[in-house]
């Protein structure tokens, strides 16, 4: 079975710019998940959906950080503009509805100069 | 608000010694609880998890942890460590509604010398 796929690997962007990254989630799993892990610190949750509608969005600064899942399949997470303080590792993760156990993706590492 | 703590930020074992990392959680509520690895260069895992039940869980490669409610603990353990076990270990819980969002602890960092 195919995992949480998350693109790209890898960014460098220079402060003020926008960037944008891809998750597709297993197959089936209806609810998705964005995850920030600053370094030294545990994931923390910037925004969950579950099919395209969102559970839960309390922790996106939502002054520069935007998500959707239009087809409540595919996700996109932008931030503009972007920060220094928002270098970090971008996680995906999915789970089916009413299932504990989310599967996490490789993230997308994101540095901010 | 819950909160993970997880008081061991690196730990460093000799091959074949016994593993025991601390997590601690502050949630008055029914709790879901879980350990997730991440190796070098690799996603995180899920090691194991307790949703109820035995409070003693066993995951893979060996790992176990105790659910003790009254100490609001989950401490994982291992009674001897590989040098493939090198990774970030990370405690996590949530609230035992269904697809609740995660809450993690820092991390510890896990070095095994050969």
């Known amino acids: 079975e195919a995992g949480v796929a998350q693109s790209p690997r890898y960014k460098i962007i220079e402060k003020r710019q926008s960037v944008a990254f891809w998750c597709n989630p297993i197959?089936?799993?209806?609810?998705l998940y964005w995850y920030q892990q600053i370094l030294g610190q545990g994931p923390k949750l910037l925004i969950q959906f579950q099919n395209n509608g969102v559970v839960d969005d309390s922790q996106l600064p939502k002054d520069r950080f935007s998500a959707e899942r239009l087809k409540g399949v595919d996700s996109t997470l932008k931030i503009q503009p972007a920060k220094l303080e928002d270098s970090a590792v971008y996680l995906c993760?999915?789970?089916?509805?009413?299932?504990?156990?989310?599967?996490f993706g490789p993230g997308t590492r994101l540095l901010v100069l | 608000a819950q909160s993970v703590s997880q008081h061991n930020h690196h730990v460093i074992l000799s091959e074949a010694a016994s593993l025991e990392l601390g997590c601690n959680y502050s949630?008055?509520?029914?709790?879901?609880l879980f350990w997730y690895v991440q190796y070098p260069g690799q996603h995180l895992q899920l090691l194991l998890k307790?949703?109820?039940?035995?409070?003693l869980v066993k995951g893979i490669k060996g790992f176990e942890a105790e659910f003790i409610k009254s100490k609001f603990s989950f401490n994982l353990r291992k009674p001897s460590v590989q040098w493939s076990d090198t990774a970030e270990y990370f405690c996590?819980?949530?609230?035992?509604?269904?697809?609740?969002?995660?809450?993690f602890g820092t991390g510890t960092r896990l070095t095994i010398i050969p």
């Open positions: 307790y949703f109820s039940g035995d409070p």
């Open positions: 197959s089936g799993h209806a609810t």
């Open positions: 996590a819980v949530n609230q035992n509604f269904g697809n609740e969002k995660l809450t």
């Open positions: 993760a999915s789970s089916f509805v009413g299932q504990e156990t989310q599967y």
């Open positions: 949630y008055g509520g029914t709790v879901n």
